[in-house]
């Protein structure tokens, strides 16, 4: 344990070096914030009710959901996929530490830092300009957290996969972009899912990609009670661990590839 926390203490110092690009990528996860919650607030009074969702729901979702954008690696982080296109990965297969562990605590001291420096900051100027809900009652607070440390680490787990593609692939940009196209769309990154037709709402709850977004803010707005919650978590766990596995496997053969070739 001692291992992974230096890992991601190292991790979190690295990230909070780039502080011009904090401030910037806060700047602009505010601004797209103000933009989604004016669209919603249209929303709303077009019928926002029709749905189960209040204006003032619509809008905690916009900005709510832009603090989640870093910690689920909503952009992408091509780091490992690029120190095995340039063969650097040996050096990763070479440590005494296991492979997926390591990146994992990598991760996760850099998600530290974007939640409390990109995550929170667009939620507290959100409320500076709209009224938002609040978790109530209280205990939803650590269910929430939960929740988003899950959230997170999926993110980890479907971008893992994404980078050991470069094993086999000469370029993965694509698969990385695939990704981060169907995250945007099917987790609630661009709008509420429940704002889809019926049928697609219904396909896109299921799928791991709202796990990661929609039904955590939905946990946050107490959209779920009892039994919901412990369905909502239930099915985040089954898609961690299945990524997870997957990702495992995924490696175990990159790493039988690397041999082969005589690395």
Aim: hydrophobic content about 60%; aromatic content about 14%.
């Amino acid at each position: 344990m001692r291992l992974w926390w230096e890992v991601g203490v190292r991790s979190f110092r690295r990230a909070s070096t780039y502080r011009l690009a904090t401030a910037s990528g806060v700047f602009t996860n505010t601004i797209f914030g103000y933009l989604r919650a004016s669209i919603l607030v249209f929303v709303a009074g077009a019928g926002g009710a029709a749905i189960g969702m209040t204006g003032e729901e619509l809008v905690t979702f916009a900005f709510v959901s832009q603090g989640f954008l870093m910690i689920i690696g909503a952009f992408g982080d091509p780091e490992l996929a690029d120190r095995i296109r340039s063969g650097d990965v040996v050096i990763d297969l070479y440590r005494p530490a296991d492979v997926q562990l390591w990146w994992m605590a990598n991760w996760f001291g850099r998600a530290a830092f974007q939640l409390l420096a990109r995550g929170l900051p667009p939620v507290v100027l959100g409320a500076m300009a709209f009224d938002l809900a609040w978790p109530d009652p209280w205990w939803h607070w650590p269910v929430f957290a939960l929740s988003v440390l899950v959230a997170s680490t999926l993110g980890f787990a479907i971008r893992f996969c994404a980078n050991l593609s470069a094993f086999w692939l000469l370029d993965n940009r694509g698969v990385d972009q695939m990704v981060t196209l169907l995250m945007s769309f099917f987790a609630g990154l661009l709008l509420p899912i429940t704002l889809f037709p019926a049928w697609l709402a219904r396909v896109a709850s299921l799928l791991p990609f709202a796990s990661m977004v929609q039904l955590p803010v939905e946990l946050y707005l107490g959209r779920h009670e009892g039994a919901a919650i412990v369905w909502v978590l239930t099915q985040q766990l089954l898609w961690l661990v299945a990524l997870l596995g997957l990702g495992r496997a995924l490696l175990v053969a990159a790493t039988r590839r690397v041999v082969i070739q005589g690395g």
